[in-house]
């Protein structure tokens, strides 16, 4: 497995302003190995970065010696591909389909995507459950070829959406697909927030994982409703139990850190306790 930060972790991230160069650089100096970029609609790295740009990226990664081979992106929280608004749905599949390019373009073998939403504390609009699933089976449909066809990963991520809250469904689904193309973007720490035990989605899902994200979450039952993200190593992952998941089905891929809000010394504590849980600085 490979130590990693995502872009959104950095000062900048959230707004993908944080230049690639200092991103890379703050990588290396706090003892990641791999970097997690991010493209959006606008923005460092974004659905219309030409392909010559990203050539000029690469350059800069491989110059680096960080390992990047992933790519988020968070568009539909804006733009979902399961809206309501017929012009939303077309203008999500276009900015995803392009957004695979992108991720060719910089040598990128998986892209991460937030498959629509339901009902979300993120976003305002509230969609029928069985007509936001028929709408996402559409958008895979439209870009699952361009993904096979770039040799990219489409890999869905667990996220606060109203949907996809079981792994047997979410196993399923992929399953509902003929491509190894399609596959799930998993984030442990997520799942903590609608009660639910990462390692056993890990066996439930096994192949069809394609990458892990991973965060802490706070579930304190009591009467003063105090739940929260917090800092790796804090809340209530199980993490030894999840590693050991991980493991069983052979994981050896990215495991990415996603921590907000950035603060001056998060990117340090947040690779101190990767190296602590993951035991980062052993040869095994």
């Not at 950095?10 to 493209?39: R, W």
């Not at 040598?107 to 995507?113: D, G, Q, Y």
């Not at 802490?216 to 190593?233: A, P, Q």
Request: charged fraction near 25%; proline fraction near 4%; charge should be negative.
């Amino acid at each position: 497995m490979i130590k990693g930060i995502s872009y959104l972790s950095f000062k900048n991230g959230l707004s993908n302003n944080e230049s690639i160069e200092s991103a890379l650089n703050q990588t290396k100096s706090n003892g990641f190995d791999a970097l997690e970029l991010s493209v959006s609609n606008e923005g460092v790295i974004n659905t219309s970065t030409s392909k010559t740009e990203c050539k000029v990226i690469r350059q800069k990664i491989n110059d680096s010696g960080i390992f990047v081979d992933s790519i988020a992106t968070g568009m539909s929280w804006g733009v979902s591909p399961t809206s309501d608004d017929e012009d939303v749905r077309k203008n999500s599949i276009k900015l995803h389909q392009n957004a695979l390019k992108v991720a060719s373009n910089l040598e990128c073998k998986a892209l991460l995507f937030v498959p629509g939403v339901v009902k979300s504390p993120i976003s305002p609009e509230i969609v029928r459950y069985d007509r936001a699933l028929e709408r996402l089976r559409y958008a895979i449909n439209q870009l699952l070829p361009i993904a096979e066809d770039l040799d990219v990963d489409l890999c869905m991520e667990n996220v606060w959406n109203g949907f996809f809250y079981s792994p047997i469904e979410l196993r399923d689904f992929v399953d509902s697909f003929d491509s190894e193309k399609l596959g799930v973007y998993l984030d442990v720490g997520n799942l903590i927030g609608y009660q639910q035990y990462p390692p056993h989605w890990v066996e439930l899902l096994r192949h069809r994982i394609k990458r892990i994200q991973i965060k802490d979450y706070k579930e304190n039952f009591d009467w003063t409703g105090s739940f929260s993200f917090c800092d790796i190593g804090v809340g209530d992952v199980p993490w030894k139990e999840t590693i050991n998941a991980l493991k069983a089905i052979n994981y050896q891929s990215t495991i990415i850190a996603e921590m907000l809000p950035w603060d001056e010394t998060l990117l340090a504590r947040t690779s101190n306790a990767m190296n602590q849980i993951f035991d980062f600085n052993s040869s095994t």
